[in-house]
């Protein structure tokens, strides 16, 4: 008998703010993090803005010391899972530590300290580049990194597909303790791509939203008059634990993870599949696998980009795969406030999608001004909403045509 996965604990680094309560209370109340870029001089870039974490303390986690052997990106995911133990308040010395595992997803991975050292390369010569370049560079570091500092001797590795990262990685810590591997995973995404580099690179392939003279309403997932994403940063890790073991520690859970669909549309390297396809197929098996009706269904935290392919054909498949039920869900896209958090999204937006369940309120999608007919769903306009929600499922897809859901009940 396949065994059940319960979601017992979460941390969030984040635009809107850090911690759990912090980030829903924000995104409830439709708190927007996005602005002008800080980090760097965009005076010569065609968009200016981005989702930048303010007022992160790595010092609040870790030791300074540990902090100057980690890029940014791993930063965020050693502190959201610190948060997440501590939510989750495990007592990790009484645990088997050999059946305790780390699931990261990152699209990017270590890219500001490769910018960093190639410029060393560059004006100072190859003597000069550090010898923790690589160790710092690397994607897979993040859950290399939360291992050491948390003893987590299980499974470890990291998904790279680009924005479904962090929903695949969800879905595999899933699977692995559903047959029995492992009795814990600290699984989510974690990202920190806000550079030059990576900002040119969206730029030039205009996908960035070019709503420079107001940045605050830039991010509009499905608005007749989307133009563009806007690039966030930060970190989102749950503690996904067998629902046994979860109970005899006495252990708060939020809900309960029942479905993983992944698909790939093999059509194009950035856009989606016409007509979502392959997004739809992802839902339908997140649903199966389940045993969960279309029509049981009461939100879907939506992909929700801002973009114009993205945001049409996201609802056109939400309607093939909920048929007339698709007038009743709450649908939400919390990108509008956080921006796309790129192998991090799916992080932060499991962490949404299960406290929509656990505490029956539904995200607001902000900055919801000129509705698209074309896109004729409830998109939860600008105001949270109350609504108990008895099962959710959580979309992200990425370039390469990567898709991904999981789906999540709620545990009475």
């Known amino acids: 008998m396949a065994r059940r996965v319960v979601i017992t604990g979460m941390g969030v680094v984040s635009p809107v703010g850090h911690g759990l309560s912090k980030y829903w209370d924000a995104i409830l109340h439709g708190e927007n993090g996005v602005d002008f870029v800080k980090s760097f001089d965009v005076t010569n870039y065609s968009s200016k803005m981005a989702a930048e974490v303010k007022d992160f303390n790595c010092e609040d986690y870790f030791d300074k010391k540990d902090a100057k052997r980690m890029d940014r990106f791993a930063q965020f995911a050693v502190a959201a899972a610190k948060m997440a133990i501590d939510d989750s308040a495990i007592k990790l010395e009484t645990i088997d530590k050999n059946r305790f595992g780390v699931i990261i997803g990152?699209?990017?991975?270590?890219?500001?300290?490769?910018?960093?050292?190639?410029?060393?390369?560059?004006?100072?010569?190859?003597?000069?580049?550090?010898?923790?370049?690589?160790?710092?560079?690397?994607?897979?570091?993040?859950?290399?990194?939360?291992?050491?500092?948390?003893?987590?001797?299980?499974?470890?590795f990291t998904t790279v597909t680009a924005c479904a990262s962090g929903n695949h990685a969800l879905g595999e810590a899933f699977e692995v303790i559903k047959r029995g591997a492992q009795d814990i995973i600290l699984s989510g995404g974690s990202e920190a791509a806000i550079t030059p580099m990576t900002y040119a690179g969206f730029s030039s392939l205009r996908a960035f939203s070019q709503r420079n003279d107001d940045v605050k309403t830039a991010s509009r997932p499905f608005n007749k008059d989307r133009d563009g994403f806007v690039i966030g940063e930060g970190a989102g890790v749950l503690i996904l634990e067998e629902y046994e073991h979860a109970v005899r520690r006495g252990a708060k859970i939020y809900a309960e993870m029942v479905g993983y669909g992944a698909t790939c549309d093999a059509y194009h390297i950035t856009a989606p599949a016409e007509g979502g396809e392959g997004a739809m197929r992802a839902m339908k098996l997140a649903l199966e696998e389940g045993g969960v009706s279309p029509d049981a269904v009461d939100y879907v935290n939506a992909h929700g980009t801002s973009t114009d392919l993205n945001d049409k054909y996201e609802t056109m498949a939400i309607k093939g795969v909920f048929g007339d039920h698709a007038k009743k869900?709450?649908?939400?896209?919390?990108?509008?406030?956080?921006?796309?958090?790129?192998?991090?999204?799916?992080?932060?937006?499991?962490?949404?999608?299960?406290?929509?369940?656990?505490?029956?309120?539904?995200?607001?999608?902000?900055?919801?001004?000129?509705?698209?007919?074309?896109?004729?769903?409830?998109?939860?306009?600008?105001?949270?909403?109350?609504?108990?929600?008895?099962?959710?499922?959580?979309?992200?897809?990425?370039?390469?045509?990567?898709?991904?859901?999981?789906?999540?009940?709620?545990?009475?």
């Open 106 to 156: 990152s699209g990017i991975g270590g890219i500001q300290t490769l910018e960093a050292q190639h410029d060393v390369l560059k004006t100072k010569g190859p003597n000069r580049v550090s010898p923790l370049l690589v160790p710092m560079m690397i994607g897979n570091m993040a859950a290399g990194q939360i291992a050491i500092h948390f003893g987590a001797r299980g499974v470890n």
């Open 329 to 412: 869900l709450s649908v939400s896209s919390t990108k509008s406030m956080t921006g796309h958090l790129l192998g991090a999204a799916a992080g932060i937006e499991a962490v949404a999608t299960a406290m929509a369940i656990y505490e029956g309120k539904i995200p607001p999608t902000i900055n919801y001004i000129t509705p698209d007919p074309e896109l004729d769903l409830d998109f939860t306009p600008n105001k949270m909403r109350e609504r108990k929600v008895n099962y959710a499922i959580s979309n992200s897809f990425g370039f390469g045509g990567h898709n991904a859901t999981i789906c999540l009940k709620k545990v009475d």
